[in-house]
């Protein structure tokens, strides 16, 4: 019984075998490749809403399994308004189509799998540069506008989604992948469109309801880049709904993830983790063509936030801030208002900020080691409104250290004031402001400094600084304006005053000895090579303007213990060069000591001295 149960088997087993095999040997007898060409037309017309035009032949190869080749396949757009035909939305110089056997014997076949080769597809962008999915026809199409009608019908669930999905479960999409294939954007205008091109990769979309997956590769702008995405539920995001959603962007010039709910459409809303990264957030921006132009000197930036936001605001809390070697943490706003410009507000706290860094990343200004002498762009005044403060626990501006500052940034109404109305240094305390304005199509920049108990021979020290840089604590204020088409007007062009106060002090190579007293006057001498030691001097006092350039002294006193120096002159800064007068005089009851009166040229580093006697009683 069992040798007989077995033998039935073997023959069953058998047949089955002869009658697949037979049925596979059949199939061109049943399947032609004009039968293929409209199945495979009437589905893609289904999917895309379009009458489907095959200009080319279709190759039917059924071993070892069905695929269905389609040469120069077109998908036609509707004219326009006026009646004129618009180029295609598609044109695919050849489709692979994988057909399932099984639905070839009963002879309508399914699709699932498509590969394009060589596929050009153009996307029309309306005049917000947004895309409609609504306006797609076809089974996307309906199922778009099924969902966006039944938005004031069905009630929402957890998700932002809609609980009667049943009637799309079973519409079907499919794989597509795609090789060296060309997306080009096409707006309302003349514009050259925007092109991405060697595009390759595929895209997972079983059903309409299920998970959309896509992994692409291409050629944007230049930049070769990697782009991967997964939506829960697209139907619902096409359908201008919130779902799950992760983003993914890789390239030389920018990457970012994120991770969290978004939906698309005329209402776009996005929240949830996100991180980026550029090695240079200039050419990030250029790339991105956002319309905003930061200074030659900003670098790598990387970010670490929560985001949330919509078409009005986008909000970065929790926000982690990596900014050319510097990092901070705070909360960053960016809000977007019709018919204006857009809006940055945030208040941050950095561990460590480069102030001339930052200066290059709002308004372009030049690093330490370029040339000041090009051209200031007013482009910063144009692009956004911003709203900055900022702190930091220490703080550099070339050589220069500071510690516990705080700043303000303000670009508003054509007029941009970058602030630092508390820091420390050096021993005392520091504020600055530089304010650039715009007034009748021409820029005027004004900078003010004021310090108190600032250790000067510090700042010296830092500078390398010599010659007759006076040591101590120094207290002062600078103001200067100039007109601004170069950076370096900001030197060669202001226009203004400075106040220099320093208790218990010493400039090296000078004391009253050396420019009076009772001593031999030296006919002619440098600073440097005096024998004399610097003597320390209680009180210097220093009142100057400055004008094109030049800081001319006509008011400066130095108390010596033994008697008073005054001085006056210029000191043209720009070429580091002097001439000064110093007219020393003795304290009251110093016997027959004369009055002296130097000339003190040559260079601020290596300057000189002649003696010019005055009469004994000069006053």
């Not at 957890?158 to 294939?181: K, M, Q």
């Not at 930061?294 to 909000?315: E, F, M, Q, Y």
């Not at 005089?585 to 000189?608: C, K, L, M, T």
């Amino acid at each position: 019984m069992t040798t007989r149960a077995a033998r039935i088997g073997l023959w069953l087993a058998a047949a089955f075998v002869i009658l697949v095999l037979g049925g596979w040997m059949l199939l061109p007898l049943f399947v032609s490749s004009e039968f293929v060409r409209t199945a495979i037309e009437r589905e893609l017309a289904d999917i895309t809403g379009q009458q489907i035009r095959v200009g080319g032949n279709v190759d039917l190869d059924l071993f070892p399994s069905p695929i269905a080749r389609v040469y120069d396949l077109h998908v036609p757009r509707d004219p326009d308004s006026a009646g004129n035909q618009r180029p295609d939305f598609l044109v695919v110089d050849e489709v692979e189509v994988a057909i399932p056997i099984s639905s070839l014997l009963v002879r309508e076949p399914a699709f699932s799998q498509f590969r394009l080769i060589r596929p050009t597809m153009r996307i029309v962008m309306d005049r917000d540069n947004q895309i409609d999915a609504s306006d797609m026809g076809g089974r996307l199409g309906r199922a778009i506008s099924k969902l966006q009608a039944n938005t004031g019908e069905t009630q929402a669930g957890e998700n932002g989604t809609f609980n009667d999905d049943a009637a799309l479960r079973h519409l079907r999409f499919g794989t597509v992948t795609v090789e060296n294939g060309t997306v080009e954007f096409v707006g309302t205008s003349e514009d050259t469109p925007e092109t991405i091109t060697a595009v390759n990769g595929s895209v997972s979309w079983p059903r309409l309801t299920e998970r959309l997956s896509a992994s692409v590769k291409g050629i944007w702008r230049g930049t070769a880049f990697e782009q991967k995405i997964d939506i829960d539920n697209a139907i619902h995001f096409f359908a201008g709904q919130i779902t799950d959603a992760r983003l993914g962007l890789t390239s030389d010039t920018l990457t970012y993830a994120f991770d969290g709910k978004m939906s698309a459409g005329p209402t776009p809303f996005v929240e949830g983790a996100v991180t980026m990264s550029t090695p240079s957030l200039r050419q990030a921006l250029e790339w991105l063509q956002a319309g905003i132009q930061p200074g030659s000197a900003v670098g790598n930036v990387g970010l670490k936030a929560t985001i949330r936001g919509d078409a009005r605001k986008i909000r970065f809390e929790n926000l982690e801030l990596a900014f050319q070697g510097g990092s901070g943490m705070g909360v960053l706003e960016l809000a977007f208002k019709d018919n204006a410009k857009p809006a940055m507000t945030a208040t941050l706290d950095f561990e460590q900020v480069d102030i001339l860094s930052f200066l290059s990343a709002f308004a372009g200004f030049p690093g330490v080691t370029d040339d000041f002498d090009v051209p200031v762009s007013p482009s910063f005044l144009d692009q956004l409104d911003v709203d900055l403060r900022l702190s930091a626990a220490s703080a550099k501006a070339g050589k220069l250290q500071f510690t516990n500052i705080a700043a303000v940034t303000q670009i508003r109404n054509d007029s941009a004031v970058f602030e630092m109305p508390d820091a420390t240094a050096y021993g005392g305390k520091v504020q600055a402001q530089l304010k650039i304005a715009r007034d009748k199509g021409a820029l005027t920049a004004s900078f003010g400094v004021t310090c108190t108990d600032v250790n000067s021979a510090a700042v010296a020290d830092a500078l390398s600084l010599g010659g007759l840089f006076p040591r101590g604590p120094t207290s002062g204020n600078l103001n200067v304006t100039a007109p601004l088409e170069n950076w370096s007007d900001l030197f060669k062009r202001a226009t203004g005053k400075t106040e220099i106060r320093i208790a218990n002090g010493l400039i090296n190579g000078v004391g009253f000895e050396t420019l009076g007293g009772n001593s031999e006057p030296q006919t002619f001498f440098r600073l440097q090579d005096n024998a004399q030691t610097s003597d320390v001097f209680s009180t210097m006092n220093i009142d100057a303007i400055i004008k094109d350039g030049v800081i001319i002294i006509d008011g400066g006193t130095i108390e010596y213990p033994d008697g008073t120096v005054q001085l006056n002159g210029v000191i043209p800064y720009g070429t580091a060069s002097i001439a000064l007068t110093t007219i020393a005089e003795p304290r009251a009851g110093d016997g027959d000591a004369p009055v002296i009166q130097h000339f003190i040229g040559g260079s601020w580093s290596n300057p000189y001295a002649t003696p010019v006697l005055l009469p004994h009683n000069a006053q």
